[in-house]
T-cell receptor, first 116, second 115 residues
Framework: GAGVSQSPSNKVTEKGKDVELRCDPI?????LYWYRQSLGQGLEFLIY????????KSGLPSDRFSAERTGGSVSTLTIQRTQQEDSAVYLC??????????????FGEGSRLTVL | AQSVAQPEDQVNVAEGNPLTVKCTYS??????LFWYVQYPNRGLQFLLK??????LVKGSYGFEAEFNKSQTSFHLKKPSALVSDSALYFC?????????????FGRGTSLIVHP
């Protein structure tokens, strides 16, 4: 596609349930990022993938959060046993990464997660 | 370590007046600096960046930003604001020398342009 695609756009779940959020980056972009945006908190870095290298997971807030990127393209962010504090907008972005470009990110429109 | 600060949660300006949205940064090496804009219920859109060269950078929608190394600032400016400029603006920094491709974002500044 022309841009970064995220699904679902909205997800309402009950506390304790698992959720999966999907990101389809721009074709040819080797770098993929997940950020979390909470009201008044700006963007919080979660995880970074670059090509086939091991991901940088330093931003994941707990072991309930995990992410994978299959075939160097689509990524899935999984949150297990969701808590109310997980409610936020989850933003995915991609960039040319180390293969070129000077680092600007291209963002999807986000997945809004509400945990009841 | 890298960090960025946007000291104003909100900026109010009248349409037609000049606007400034402030950003200061901290990095160990040389900075790559970025501005993004977020319209309601949308993702972030890239506006402009400073990598090297001229301190005054021009970007989309008539915006520009000035890199000031001595003040470690990268303020976003526009000579004449439009109501349609009302949005949330994020400054971001990445340390060019750190080998990391992960930018750090500020908390965002809400720009409100009054008719």
């Amino acid at each position: 596609g022309a841009g970064v695609s995220q699904s679902p756009s909205n997800k309402v779940t009950e506390k304790g349930k698992d959720v999966e959020l999907r990101c389809d980056p721009i074709s040819g972009h080797t770098a993929l990022y997940w950020y979390r945006q909470s009201l008044g908190q700006g963007l919080e870095f979660l995880i970074y993938f670059q090509g086939n290298s091991a991901p940088d997971k330093s931003g994941l807030p707990s072991d309930r959060f995990s992410a994978e990127r299959t075939g160097g393209s689509v990524s899935t962010l999984t949150i297990q046993r969701t808590q109310q504090e997980d409610s936020a907008v989850y933003l995915c972005a991609s960039s040319l990464g180390v293969t070129g470009g000077t680092g600007e990110l291209f963002f999807g429109e986000g997945s809004r997660l509400t945990v009841l | 370590a890298q960090s960025v600060a946007q000291p104003e949660d909100q900026v109010n300006v009248a349409e037609g007046n000049p606007l400034t949205v402030k950003c200061t940064y901290s990095v160990s090496g040389n900075p790559y600096l970025f501005w993004y804009v977020q319209y309601p219920n949308r993702g972030l859109q890239f506006l402009l960046k400073y990598i090297t060269g001229d301190n005054l950078v021009k970007g989309s929608y008539g915006f520009e930003a000035e890199f000031n190394k001595s003040q470690t600032s990268f303020h976003l400016k526009k000579p004449s604001a439009l109501v349609s400029d009302s949005a949330l603006y994020f400054c971001a920094v990445r340390d060019e020398s750190g080998g990391s491709y992960i930018p750090t974002f500020g908390r965002g500044t809400s720009l409100i342009v009054h008719p």
